[in-house]
């Protein structure tokens, strides 16, 4: 088919065209709608009895307080080595990732070479409504502060002995993370091109099957009549 034939049969199904880009439009909506997620990066820090986080010898830094802290995350994590997607400053979302929670020893590198220079555990959660994302936030966190508890009651460690745990109080927000300017304006640009091809590769579809069954019409009215003459 020619071009003009093309224009000519989109012409007069135009009601195929609306639709698709209807349909485009409802879908790009939803997408918009349900794009952005809430995340949150709270961390859990460790150091010695009564030391300041700013002291030169807080055991932030200490290798035995770092141990200590893995074994809380550990422990937490039900004696399985969280699985890392990058960086320890890289968000969740960044990954693609929409709904879950990783607790993890604060580290430096990527998924494949790991360092721990500091004792801090990290609660990563990203999820879909901020009220998600803080409970999970609030009871992993939780969990974190409550086993590092135990491990030290288990092993006899007088009050007095332990090492201090805290959360960073500003590590604690949550943050909406919605889609960029940019990023709604090609996604609108893709979906408008989706439905105008779309609705004309449906209107060109609807033409042919339309010829295709009038053709078969005539075929049939043809051999009735050559059949009556007979």
Do not use: C
């Not at 195929?16 to 880009?21: C, E, G, I, P, S």
């Not at 807080?58 to 969280?82: C, K, L, Q, Y």
């Not at 604690?172 to 779309?198: D, K, W």
């Amino acid at each position: 088919m020619t071009v003009r034939e093309i224009l000519h049969v989109v012409l007069r199904r135009w009601y195929t065209t609306v639709a698709a880009l209807l349909l485009a439009a409802l879908l790009t909506a939803l997408f918009l709608q349900g794009s952005g997620v809430y995340s949150t990066r709270a961390v859990v820090e460790f150091r010695w009895p009564g030391a300041a986080r700013i002291e030169a010898d807080s055991g932030f830094e200490n290798d035995s307080v770092i141990s200590f802290a893995d074994m809380v995350a550990t422990r937490v994590n039900d004696g399985h080595e969280p699985f890392r997607y990058s960086q320890d400053e890289a968000p969740l979302y960044g990954a693609g990732i929409r709904d879950a929670a990783v607790v993890d020893l604060s580290f430096t590198g990527n998924q494949w070479v790991t360092d721990h220079p500091v004792a801090a555990i990290t609660v990563s959660v990203v999820g879909r409504s901020e009220e998600q994302v803080r409970a999970r936030q609030v009871a992993l966190t939780d969990e974190v502060l409550k086993t590092a508890d135990a491990l030290q009651e288990e092993v006899s460690v007088s009050r007095p002995e332990y090492v201090v745990h805290a959360l960073q109080p500003l590590s604690a927000r949550i943050e909406h993370i919605t889609p960029s300017r940019s990023s709604q304006i090609t996604a609108f640009a893709a979906m408008l091109a989706a439905g105008v091809m779309g609705g004309v590769g449906a209107a060109l579809m609807w033409e042919r099957a339309t010829l295709a069954r009038m053709a078969r019409r005539a075929g049939r009215a043809g051999r009735v009549a050559e059949g009556a003459i007979a």
